[in-house]
Every structure is written in structure tokens, then in C-alpha cells.
């Protein structure tokens, strides 16, 4: 069975609908309509956004639908049932809260969310993790485990691989280190494994990703390293590991899939797609690397876990739409299945990767998309875009929006793989963190000084972009760096870097920056931090800042003040837009969403497109 939720002009908010795989095959599937968000939230005059489903295993019947208001995080809970196509009446429902839940059985949950007074992080996440049997009020669940007020947050879950089921509960101490236990009846024992890890199950073996060096049973394991052991030989105290995969200067791990009888582990090289299956069958692993038919960025998803070797591989990249096929583990069959339109023609354009110096010598990756016959006379509209955060990567994607919006008007679009990202695992992400996070800015500057260098581009053509985190860093490339660009666009930005752990979840955040409440945590995080070194004698870019009134993730007050600070010190070339829903993603519709974009490509285009001859921007 096929699931999925589309968006179309009919249906601005959603359906979610379903198919057979043997329809899906076809070019023309028969979809049958699940739950259609739009009529939903006419009919009870709500904006609800579809944020999740989770159906219970194995029978798939029933499934826990989280809807929010506006795009926020925070979410309502309802079951609903497969079969009439409606929510349980007396099902399981929760008030809006931010939450995380998983089914234990059939009729218990695994419930962490807003108790009541006192329940809640300073993050604004869940402390206290309980199981909810059917039928029983919420006042009446069984506590598991209490985190601390200071933790990001708590919660429990059901691993099931071959048919080994392992209940676990988690607390978050930070955003990047944690405690995880097995639980066991009433017991609940710690896993012996470094606060900075992953871990999955897979049949007997027990999978370990460490993101810190790691010294057991004699021997050191590399951070970011996959290892696999017997559970059960674990928890006596075995700690002889297979190395599933081992990091380089070049290659890092991103993401583990299971198949029946296969772990697909996929990995970047220099931040190109990799896969490996991996089978384990009489006490010992082996492999095969599987050929990809790109350089861009491939997703794995299992067709059936538990009964089925067939996994869906899909691919794109900068100017390849998305392609889908069913691959076969074991073998490089395949069935191709869908591709995604094409939004404009490919062919004139060519993706080139680069390399830049940042200021204290590391060699920074970098993709760019142009067309072929560029000319090298820095006169082309630049767009450089950057995250350089919580270990995320940024990987070859396609965009018709690019396409359309900047590519065929005769832009350049640069996408930038600067350190605290997680292109080069967890030493790229590391080497950024807290008193380092001034090195992500250093990338980001040397790679627009690398265009401007290779006449790519000139500062008055060149223009940056980023959202969230990376928001944060177009805001310091604004500060900072304000010679180098005549456009920068923040979205959904964190800004005000003295308050940030005071606003919604930016306490979660600290072990990224820093807590600027500490005078010597401060003292670096006050270097760069854009609300405070914002100066009205400094001739900065032209900039525009997106938010959202309904995101409580980074609060909309990182924009709206260093909008009103920048206008109040006398710089007229501030632009602001504020969309009152959209959550995180400023956006809960298409429509929504095509208005911001369409906002934020004008704006550069405008700024970024004219020369001295034609145009003065400022």
C-alpha cells in the first residue's frame, strides 16, 4: 500500500490518500482520498495544518493523526480509523501541546506532552514520558521516567525488526546528548553506549552510530562510525563490534534503513550519495555497494520491514526532478515507478563543485548551478544559500522555484556546505560548535569571496539566503560582512542571540551556541550575534527579513526587532514580511507559500540584477 499526502490547487491544505503498489505502477493511479484537510478544517472553521500519522503495527487500522494550527510545532492529537475513514469516537485525542507519542499495543500509548504545571522543560517540550491504556484518563497514566526541568525533553518508543520487539524510553539532556533504557516489565535499565550516539535494532544485532570517539572493550571506535553487535551478548558485557561503516576525511554517515533481511546504510562522499546493503546471515556481515544513477542526493525508504526485501530509491538533484524506482536488495534490478515534472528545461545549465579556503585554511565544498556559456565578468546575480548547522547537510535537491525564479532569468545559485553542518559528519558539525561557531561564518564569507574572485559574480550582484539557523548566519554574513553583498534575505531567523534561550525552544538550542547567560559563553556568542552589532553608521545590504506570527520554534521577535532596530537607526532599505500562519516553515498552504517565495525571489532579483550603468540600488 501506497500512502501519501498531495497538495493541488483544489486541495491548498492537503489529502491524504492511498493506492495499491500495483496501481501506483500505473501512470494514472486510482487514488483513494483517506482524509481531506481542506473539507476538514471548513467543516470545523479551523486553519488545521497535517503535521503526522502514526498506524499502529501490524494490522494498520488505526492511525494517530497530528494536526496543528497554522503550521505550528505544538499539535492536536486524534485517532482515526482507517477502514470508515473517520476519527474514533471516544479514541485517543490530546489537547494542543508539543508532543511525542508511539503505539505500545493496540489499545496503549506511549504519551509525552503538557501534563500540567510543571511538565514541561524549559524548552517547552515534554519532562515526563507515560503509558495510556485505552479507556482510562490521561490523569491516570503510568509514569516511565521524569527529566529534569533543564533537559530538552523525554519520550518513549517501540522498536520491532525481525520479529524482536524492544521498548525504549529516552530522555534528551541536550540537543546532542542523551540517556536511552530498555524497558523491561516494570524495569528500566540504561544502555551502555556514549551520550552522543544513535542506535537501532536489527533482528539480534544491535547498531550503534557514536558522534564522539569511543573506547570500549579495548578498542576506539571513530565518531560517526556504524557498529554492529549481538543485543543480547551486549548486555552481558561483549563489546566486539563489526564496523558497518567507518568514516574518512571525505565520507560520512547519514541514515540507516531496514529491509527483512538487509540494513541500508546511506553515506556522502564529498557530499555525494553513497549506499551499502548489508546482510547478516550465519553469524556474519556482508556487503555490496548499490550504483546510483547520480550525483545527487538519494532517499531509501522500505517497502515492508518485516516481511519484503523491495525498498523505494529515489533520486534528484539540482536539475534532475525527482525520480522513484523499486529496488530490490540483493540485486541492482529495478522497476522505474514515477518521476516528478519538470518545471524547466535543464539542458542550458551544468552543476560544478568547488572548493574555497576559509580563513584558517580548511578547504570548504560548494555546488553551483549556472548556465554553461556564463560569462566571467562579475556581473551575474548570485544567489549563495547556507545553513551550516546542527549537523544537517545540504544536499543536491531540484526546485522548480530556482528553476523558474532565478535560473531562467540568467541567475547563479550557490549552495554552500560550510562547517556545523553534517557533510563531513560529526567532526564538520563539532568543529563549529559554540566558541567555534565564528568558523561557519569564515565559510560562508570565503565562498562568496571565491565568486567574487572567479568573477563568477561582484558584490553588488551577489546575494544571500538562508532560514532558521540559517537565518542566523544571513544575518551575520549582513553584519559582518556587508562589503561582500547588496542582498541578504533572513528567514525565520534567530537574531537576538542574548535572549535566544528565553524565546520558545531556544533553550534546546545551547548546546549548538552557548548559553549567552554565562559572561565567558556570551563573550563569543556577543561577537557575532546580528541584534547586537547592528550599527547605524555601517552602510549595509539591502535586507528582508520573513517571519511568522505562528512559529513556536524561533519566535518571531529575532525579526521584527532587528527590523525595527535597523529602521530606528536610520537604514531605509529594510524590507519585513510576516505571515500570521505557516509555523516554522512561514508557510501552511500553497498559496501561502508561493506569495513568500515569490516575495523573496522578486526582492533579490530586483536588488541583484542591475549594473553601475543602469542602476544604482542604494
Known amino acids: 500500500m501506497a500512502n501519501s499526502t498531495a497538495r493541488a490547487a483544489r486541495h491548498p491544505r492537503g489529502v491524504w490518500r492511498k493506492t495499491t503498489l500495483d496501481d501506483y505502477r500505473k501512470a494514472q493511479p486510482q487514488w483513494e482520498t483517506v482524509l481531506d484537510i481542506d473539507a476538514l478544517a471548513k467543516a470545523e472553521n479551523e486553519n488545521w495544518v497535517f503535521k503526522n500519522s502514526n498506524c499502529r503495527e501490524p494490522a494498520y487500522d488505526r492511525c494517530l493523526i497530528e494536526l496543528s494550527h497554522g503550521g505550528a510545532d505544538a499539535v492536536v492529537l486524534r485517532e482515526f480509523d482507517l477502514a470508515s475513514k473517520s476519527f474514533v469516537k471516544d479514541g485517543f485525542t490530546l489537547p494542543e501541546a508539543k508532543m511525542t507519542l508511539d503505539w505500545r499495543d493496540k489499545d496503549t500509548l506511549f504519551v509525552a506532552t503538557d501534563f500540567g504545571a510543571g511538565s514541561l522543560t524549559d524548552s517547552g517540550y515534554a519532562r515526563i514520558v507515560k503509558e495510556w491504556k485505552r479507556g482510562t484518563p490521561l490523569s491516570a497514566a503510568k509514569t516511565l521516567l521524569q527529566g529534569e526541568k533543564t533537559d530538552m525533553g523525554v519520550s518513549a518508543y517501540s522498536s520491532k525488526h525481525g520479529g524482536i520487539r524492544h521498548e525504549i524510553v529516552h530522555r534528551g539532556v541536550t540537543f546532542y546528548t542523551a540517556e536511552s533504557f530498555l524497558r523491561e516489565g516494570d524495569k528500566l535499565s540504561k544502555l551502555d553506549i556514549p551520550e552522543r550516539s ?205 528553476g523558474k525564479s532565478w535560473l531562467e532569468k540568467g541567475g547563479v545559485y550557490v549552495v554552500a556546505n560550510i562547517r556545523g553542518g553534517g557533510e563531513f559528519g560529526p567532526r564538520w558539525h563539532q568543529s563549529a560548535l559554540k566558541e567555534n561557531r565564528q568558523r561557519a561564518y569564515d565559510d560562508f564569507a570565503a565562498v562568496a569571496k571565491d565568486l567574487i574572485a572567479s568573477k563568477i559574480t561582484s558584490p553588488k550582484h551577489l546575494g544571500a539566503m538562508g532560514g532558521s539557523n540559517g537565518g542566523l548566519l544571513a544575518g551575520v554574513a549582513l553584519t559582518q560582512h556587508p562589503e561582500l553583498f547588496n542582498a541578504v534575505v533572513s528567514q525565520v531567523p534567530l537574531l537576538d542571540m542574548q535572549r535566544f534561550n528565553k524565546l520558545l525552544a531556544g533553550a534546546s538550542w545551547m548546546g549548538e551556541y552557548g548559553n549567552p547567560d554565562l559572561a565567558n559563553e556570551w563573550s563569543y556568542i556577543s561577537r557575532y550575534s546580528p541584534y547586537q552589532n547592528v550599527k547605524t553608521e555601517v552602510k549595509y545590504p539591502n535586507v528582508l527579513f520573513i517571519t511568522s506570527t505562528r512559529d513556536d520554534r524561533v519566535h518571531p521577535a529575532h525579526a521584527r526587532k532587528m527590523a525595527a532596530k535597523m529602521l530606528d537607526q536610520g537604514h531605509d532599505n529594510v524590507w519585513y514580511y510576516e505571515n500570521i500562519e505557516g509555523g516554522h516553515g512561514g508557510a501552511a498552504n500553497n498559496a501561502q507559500r508561493a506569495d513568500m517565495r515569490a516575495i523573496t525571489y522578486s526582492f533579490l532579483w530586483n536588488m541583484l540584477k542591475w549594473d553601475n550603468a543602469a542602476h544604482v540600488v542604494r
Open 198 to 402: 544513535g542506535f537501532s535494532f536489527f533482528g539480534t544485532q544491535f547498531i550503534v552510530m557514536p558522534r564522539e570517539a569511543w573506547t570500549t572493550g579495548g578498542q576506539t571506535y571513530a565518531s560517526g562510525s556504524v557498529l554492529a553487535i549481538d543485543f543480547e551478548a551486549f548486555q552481558k558485557g561483549e563489546r566486539n563490534f563489526t564496523v558497518l561503516f567507518q568514516p574518512s576525511d571525505s565520507t560520512s554517515f547519514t541514515n540507516a534503513t531496514s529491509t527483512k533481511n538487509f540494513l541500508l546504510l546511506q553515506s556522502l562522499d564529498n557530499v555525494k550519495s553513497s549506499l551499502k546493503e548489508w546482510k547478516f546471515a550465519d553469524g556474519k556481515w556482508t556487503s555490496r555497494q548499490v550504483s546510483l544513477p547520480t550525483m545527487g542526493a538519494v532517499g531509501v525508504s522500505a517497502l515492508d520491514e518485516e516481511h519484503s526485501d523491495d525498498y523505494f530509491l529515489s533520486y534528484s538533484d539540482y536539475l534532475t526532478p525527482s525520480v522513484y524506482l523499486l529496488a530490490h536488495a540483493g540485486n541492482d534490478a529495478r522497476e522505474s515507478l514515477k518521476s516528478a515534472p519538470a518545471f524547466f528545461d535543464a539542458k542550458p545549465y551544468e552543476i560544478l563543485q568547488k572548493f574555497a579556503t576559509s580563513k584558517d585554511g580548511t578547504q570548504v565544498p560548494y555546488f553551483m548551478v549556472k548556465r554553461k556559456d556564463v560569462k566571467l565578468d562579475g556581473n551575474n546575480p548570485t544567489l549563495l544559500y547556507g545553513y551550516g548547522g546542527f549537523q544537517i547537510s545540504l544536499t543536491p535537491s531540484y526546485s522548480g522555484e530556482i
